[in-house]
């Protein structure tokens, strides 16, 4: 089989669900788009001879029986669901790139000594709900019913109601699997080091820490001709202010530290209005646990002295905080032997500054990470690319992986 054909066509079918007419996918947790894509992967699992089965949520595996050890598995995929105008790589190239790496390796090598299996992870992005890896935490057992029984979408549809209209439900039993020795996940790099650098390949080393908030701010809605801009209560001018405040800082204490506003909602958002509220997102993420944890408490001090000193109440919300994550250093070795054996020189020992699975999946199985280039360095933007060449490369290094994993 050609590795490239059966990618492409696999590719091009996967964008379609939530499939955007400039380009790009929106693929939400458990909305239409998500059902249809999931629907069809069982489909396309079940006709490429995987034993196919779903969990409680959502997660599917696609599973090839291993002819010695076939009570040990080694696992290879990624997330389903996409952000908001994502593109049509993040998650999904970690999925079909297992497909593609699994069934290439069946077709030349015969059956696997130890069991493989296809992974793909109901939602990892935290971009329809105000919860974050559904999908890995749930794999794990990590996730409850208190987590997400009362957040909704922007819409004000409730988690669980969007689960159990897609056919799903929480977790119905406590136990975890153990047979996974092994779990390799396929990413693009979000980012520019490999292409500036021209490498084909990164071999991931760890991933950052993250802390996620949702900030509200509450001052005073007001008359906007009529009202004195000394007497105002502004959630607007407060917001900006925390911005500059903190960009400031954050670009003195210097890379690789990054913080993003990413969402901002004003109340009631009118022109003629002074706004009374703001709510706002907050994503900050560093590789060193010490950094960050002091940086999240000098955010939580700046916007609590900036509503102080501006009159306004103010709820901080922190809804997610992962620890920076090392990859296992004997699956790091066999991605850089597979990366030298395929692209030569042409690899990077890197650190990855997104969040992945595999940072939920590290603490408990050796994990490891491999990435190809994103043209750019664009991504959660439908512009999201990567030459067809490196992800031929990446899916070859990974099937060279799994072959050293599992045959
Ligand atoms: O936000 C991230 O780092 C990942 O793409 N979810
Ligand atoms: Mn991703
Ligand atoms: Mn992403």
């Given at each position: 089989m050609d590795i490239r054909t059966m990618f492409e066509r696999l590719d091009k079918q996967f964008t379609s669900y939530g499939g955007l007419k400039g380009g790009g996918i929106t693929r939400l947790l458990y909305s239409d788009e998500w059902i249809?894509?999931?629907?069809a992967l069982e489909k396309l699992l079940k006709e490429e001879g995987f034993e196919v089965s779903f969990d409680d949520v959502g997660n599917l595996t696609g599973r090839i029986e291993g002819s010695e050890q076939p009570e040990e598995t080694i696992m290879s995929g990624s997330h389903i669901d996409t952000v908001v105008e994502g593109g049509h790589l993040d998650g999904q190239f970690g999925i079909l790139s297992a497909i593609v790496a699994m069934k290439y390796l069946k077709e030349k090598y015969g059956q696997p000594k130890k069991s493989l299996e296809v992974l793909s992870l109901a939602e990892e992005e935290g971009s329809r709900f105000p919860y974050t890896f559904?999908?890995?935490?749930?794999?794990?057992?990590?996730?409850?019913?208190?987590?997400?029984?009362?957040?909704?979408?922007?819409?004000?549809?409730?988690?669980?109601?969007?689960?159990?209209?897609?056919?799903?439900?929480?977790?119905?039993?406590?136990?975890?699997?153990?047979?996974?020795?092994?779990?390799?996940?396929?990413?693009?790099?979000?980012?520019?080091?490999?292409?500036?650098?021209?490498?084909?390949?990164?071999?991931?080393?760890?991933?950052?820490?993250?802390?996620?908030?949702?900030?509200?701010?509450k001052g005073e809605a007001n008359h906007a001709g009529t009202t004195p801009m000394g007497l105002r209560k502004d959630a607007v001018v407060a917001f900006t202010e925390i911005v500059q405040r903190l960009v400031q800082r954050a670009e003195?204490?210097?890379?690789?530290?990054?913080?993003?506003?990413?969402?901002?909602?004003?109340?009631?958002?009118?022109?003629?209005?002074?706004?009374?509220?703001?709510?706002?997102?907050?994503?900050?993420r560093h590789i060193d646990q010490e950094v960050l944890n002091t940086f999240a408490k000098e955010i939580?001090?700046?916007?609590?002295?900036?509503?102080?000193?501006?009159?306004?109440?103010?709820?901080?919300?922190?809804?997610?905080?992962?620890?920076?994550?090392?990859?296992?250093?004997?699956?790091?070795?066999?991605?850089?032997?597979?990366?030298?054996?395929?692209?030569?020189?042409?690899?990077?020992?890197?650190?990855?500054?997104?969040?992945?699975?595999?940072?939920?999946?590290?603490?408990?199985?050796?994990?490891?990470?491999?990435?190809?280039?994103?043209?750019?360095?664009?991504?959660?933007?439908v512009e999201e690319e990567t030459l067809v060449e490196d992800l031929v490369k990446g899916i070859e290094v990974l099937a060279s992986v799994l072959y050293k994993l599992a045959y």
């Open positions: 249809e894509a999931v629907k559904w999908g890995s935490k749930n794999f794990f057992n990590l996730a409850n019913t208190k987590d997400v029984e009362t957040i909704a979408d922007a819409e004000g549809v409730q988690f669980i109601d969007a689960m159990t209209r897609s056919g799903f439900q929480f977790r119905q039993n406590d136990t975890v699997r153990d047979d996974i020795k092994a779990f390799v996940e396929m990413h693009i790099e979000q980012g520019k080091v490999l292409e500036t650098e021209q490498k084909s390949i990164g071999v991931v080393t760890g991933i950052v820490g993250q802390k996620r908030y949702t900030i509200n701010l003195e204490i210097g890379d690789p530290l990054v913080l993003t506003f990413g969402h901002v909602t004003p109340v009631p958002n009118t022109v003629n209005v002074v706004p009374g509220e703001v709510e706002f997102s907050v994503d900050c939580e001090t700046t916007i609590k002295e900036i509503a102080e000193q501006r009159g306004m109440d103010v709820n901080i919300n922190l809804w997610m905080d992962e620890t920076p994550t090392l990859m296992d250093d004997a699956i790091i070795e066999k991605v850089e032997a597979s990366a030298e054996e395929i692209v030569g020189a042409a690899y990077k020992v890197m650190p990855s500054g997104a969040g992945h699975d595999s940072q939920i999946f590290a603490k408990h199985v050796p994990t490891g990470m491999i990435f190809v280039p994103s043209i750019k360095g664009i991504s959660h933007n």
